[in-house]
């Protein structure tokens, strides 16, 4: 197994540091052009590529336009748009409600707080601070998604399982002035080298400080399953 740093929080740097030299682009791949059509992208993304959510809202956000378009759609209509997005009947139902919130108590404009994010219907904490942070420069946790929380978990920086443990773990060891690049980071490398199944640890920039570099280590630490 790789030797991790001997505090978490000089791991974390250490991790910033070599990423940032293997992805200097690092960056948001969801496309959008304006604040709902983030909102509704993020949305999209729950258990989906990004991948899948960029070409299904090409369409999507040449057909609809503004809040006042997915309130008023069908329930159906809106799903069969999203058909080829995972759990597209719940996605659609979500974003009607949402927009409906956001025109009857927003004035028509995506909210710029963590409460009010949350409050729409299909939006969680994770959501809310892609949102925050891209769509309102505002900056106040780290978005722990599925390749945050497998690559924290893999390189020691938490024990936590769930995103908003997590989330509180990594805000206390990743410099503050990080905590959004840190998630595009970790993102580019979980697709690039560290996946879910079968990581390639021989060329790896972090292997070295991994624990759960799998050449050495018998355990995955992201599962804690063995390899």
């Not at 979500?94 to 927009?99: D, F, G, K, L, N």
Request: net charge negative.
């Amino acid at each position: 197994m790789g030797t991790p740093l001997e505090s978490r929080g000089e791991q974390a740097e250490e991790v910033i540091t070599r990423l940032e030299e293997a992805y200097p682009d690092s960056t948001i791949s969801l496309r959008y052009s304006n604040r709902l059509e983030l909102l509704i992208a993020v949305m999209l993304s729950a258990q989906c590529t990004d991948e899948r959510v960029n070409k299904e809202t090409k369409h999507l956000f040449e057909k609809y336009d503004g809040p006042e378009a997915y309130a008023a759609v069908s329930q159906e209509e809106l799903a069969e748009d999203l058909n080829s997005i995972t759990y597209y009947n719940n996605k659609a139902k979500y974003i009607r409600s949402a927009c409906t919130t956001i025109i009857e108590e927003h004035d028509g404009e995506v909210p710029d707080t963590m409460d009010e994010l949350t409050e729409l219907s299909g939006v969680g904490r994770k959501t809310a601070n892609v949102v925050l942070q891209h769509a309102h420069d505002v900056v106040e946790g780290i978005v722990v998604d599925t390749h945050v929380q497998r690559l924290s978990r893999r390189l020691g920086l938490t024990n936590e399982e769930y995103p908003e443990p997590i989330e509180q773990d990594l805000m206390g060891i990743v410099p503050e002035g990080y905590w959004q690049q840190f998630t595009h980071l970790c993102i580019d490398h979980g697709r690039a080298t560290c996946t879910a199944r079968n990581p390639d640890c021989a060329d790896c920039v972090l292997a070295d400080i991994c624990p759960s570099a799998k050449d050495d280590s018998e355990i995955d630490l992201a599962s804690g399953e063995p390899w």
